[in-house]
Each structure stands twice: as C-alpha cells, then as structure tokens.
C-alpha cells in the first residue's frame, strides 16, 4: 500500500490527473484522492493536466457521437426496410390516385394566358428533376390514361458544367419515352425555380413530360377534384 501511495506521489508531481493513476495503479480515485489531497503542483501541471483532461472529454464525445450516429443510421435503415416491404405492387387503382396525387403538386394547372386571353387548350406537363416520380407519373399516363407512347414528348432543362448529350440519353433511358420526342434543351434556371434550390442539387437537370390532350388535362383536373371531395 505504501508503495503504491509512494508512486502515486511520484505520479501525480510528474502532472498526471487522478484518472491517469488510477489506471496506472488500480487504486480508487478516493483513495488517491486521500492520499494526494494536500499535494500541490505547479500551475503549468495543472494546466497541462486540464488540458489532457478537455481533449480526452472531445474525444469521448466525438465517440459517442461517431456512435450515435452509427446507430441512428442503423435505425433509420431498419425502418425504412420495414416500411419498404408494406407496398405491394401497383393496381390500376394505385396509378390513379398517385398519379392524380403528382399532378395536384407537380403539374402545370394554371390556365394558359396570351395577349390578355385565356386559351381553351391546355396540355398535361409536369417537370421534375427525380427520374422515380416521373417514371411513376409515366406509368399512370400509360398503364391508366392509355397514352400511346409516341403521344409523350419530353424537354429538358440543363444547369451549368451540365453536358446536353449525356442529359438527353439517361432522360431518354430512363423515361423510354422516344429519342425523336425529346424538344428543345433549355439552359439555367427557371424563373418560377429561382431562389429555391442550388442548381447543383439537381444532378440531371430537370425534365418535363407532355401530353398534347386538352380532354386528358381536364380528366386528371377531375380526378384531383374528385380526391378532394374525400379530403
């Protein structure tokens, strides 16, 4: 015992805190604290040992956080997974009300005005720069609208340091839409668009997809107003 305490005297005139001998010794902080309380070191030990002290505190709490993290991502994936495996695959009835659902908050709806005059015609459009949502909304204009394919045309809009060709082709493999059907590449950002993302948030651009049908416009029109009766 007494040669413990000897070399926790030594230990502690050296800078070492009671953390640091207690790990070297074994000994209880309480008894060290007994042992070493009227022992008085320098000011610059005292500093060197609060500053050990303040740097193995951030490294413990980088740790834990490093952890936490790990295991809020784990979390995050478990529940996702789960919540993966409630859908089934899409019915007719599905398609409708999704792709009513996308264009109630995506598509184009405001009435088309030129030269002070409503027109009567109104085409489908809706742009969105997720290939998922518009594969989706493809799919309800196909599968549940009846849309012949060749009827889907498609634009894009490219950002800068963005390559028009390389754009076009994964649009066009990812919508299946025809390479002939795709229009006129637009650069920059939109005026309805600006002020609310970064463009370089939008790694392919955004794309837009129409239909040149005025009766299927006022169709979709009628399914969100028929959602809405149920709201």
Known sequence: MRRNKNTALTLRLQGKSYSEISKILGAPKSTLSGWLSR??????????IEQRAAKKSI????RRNKNQTILAKQRAYAT??????????LSNADLLLIGSALYWAEGYKRPIVRNGRKLTHHP??????????????????REYCKVPNERIKASIRIFPNQNAGTLTKYWQK???IPIQNFGKIYNGISKSSRG????????????????????????????????????
């Open 39 to 48: 022992v008085v070191i320098s000011e610059r030990l005292k500093t060197k």
């Open 174 to 176: 990812e919508t299946e």
């Open 124 to 141: 489908v459009s809706l742009t969105n720069s997720d290939p998922y949502l518009v594969k989706i909304f493809l799919r309800f204009l």
């Open 80 to 89: 996702r997974k789960v919540a993966s495996e409630e859908i089934r695959p």
């Open 59 to 62: 490294e413990g709490l980088i």
């Open 196 to 231: 609310k993302r970064p463009f370089n948030r939008l790694p392919y651009g955004v794309v837009q997809i129409v239909v040149a049908d005025t009766p299927l416009f006022h169709r979709i029109i009628g399914y969100i107003e028929g959602i809405q009766k149920f709201v």
